[in-house]
C-alpha cells in the first residue's frame, strides 16, 4: 500500500536565497539547511517499502523528521530540531495517493528507550512499595482487633486477609506483580511489534538499535509481512544491512552524489560487511 507518493525538499538554490535573508552574525547553524541538499536530495518518490540509507550526518534522520512534520504523524519522544526547522519545513512538500491512518506515526529510538526507562521506573517504584506492605502484613497478622467502629472493622478484614494468606500472596494481591522485563533487544523487538498496526503509515528511524542480529531478521520479516499483507507503508530510516534486505525495498543511497536508488547489495556500508567477512572467511572453516 501507498499513502504517501513523493516529497520535495529545497535545492541549493533556494536555501541561499533563504539563508540570505538571515543575519549570519547571530547564528552559527542554519541546521536543516544545508545537510539534504549537499548531495542534492530534492525529491524522493516512495515505494511500499522505502530505505533512506546513509551514514551519519547523511540527513536520513532529518528527512524522516521533515515528513512526520509534513504529515502531522504522532511520535512519543521529542527530536533534535532547530529554530530554523519548521521555516525549512515550509519549503518542503508532500504528494500523497491516498488519505494518511490515524493509525500513522513515528518511531524513533528514543521512543523505544523511553518505553524502557518507563517499565524499569514502575518496576522500582513496586519494588520501593513492597517493603511497606510488607510490614503492614507482619502489623495485620499479629494484630488483635476489637470492633467498635467501622475503621475495627477494616482492620479487622485486613488481619483476617492476613492471617489467610502466605506474605508472598498478601504482597501479589496488594502490589500486582512486577511487569515483566525483557533485554533491550527484546523489548525494542516487541516495541514495534505492538505500535505497528494494519493500514498505516510508519517512519521508523533505526529500528536496529539493540537488536541482536536473529531480533533484526526477525524485525525485517515483520516488516516485510506488514507492507505486503497489512496495508502498511514503511519508510525506514538504516544502514543495517538486515533491513536494507528486505524484499522489493526502494533504497536511496544519501552517501551518493547526487542521490540515487541503489540495489542494497551496492551501497558501501553491505560491502564493508561482506568484505570483512571475505577476509575473515577462513577462520569459519577452522575446527
Known sequence: MVYLAACTFPDDGEEFDYCLKVPHNVYTSFYPFKVLSRHRLERVEFAPVTILY????????????????KLGLSREASYNGSCFFEDYASLCSVELRAPVPQTSRMIASDDVFQ?????????????????????????????????????????LRRTVRARSRTQSRYTREELGMNVRTFSNGESAYRYFTQKIEENGLY?????????????????????EDSARFFGCQIVIATHSPFLLALRGAKIYDLDADPVTVKPWTQLDNVRAYRDFFKKHEKAFEAP
Open 203 to 223: 517512519l521508523l528511524d533505526e529500528p536496529e538499535n539493540s537488536l541482536s542480529p536473529a531480533l533484526a531478521q526477525d524485525l525485517a520479516q515483520f516488516l
Open 54 to 69: 546513509g551514514g551519519n550526518g547523511s540527513g536520513k534522520s532529518t528527512a524522516l523528521n521533515v515528513l512526520a512534520q
Open 115 to 155: 518505553a524502557m526507562l518507563d517499565t524499569r521506573n514502575l518496576n522500582q517504584g513496586i519494588d520501593e512499595k513492597r517493603g511497606e506492605v510488607f510490614d503492614a502484613y507482619l502489623e495485620a497478622k499479629r494484630a488483635k482487633v476489637q470492633l467498635r467502629s467501622m475503621e475495627d472493622y477494616e482492620a
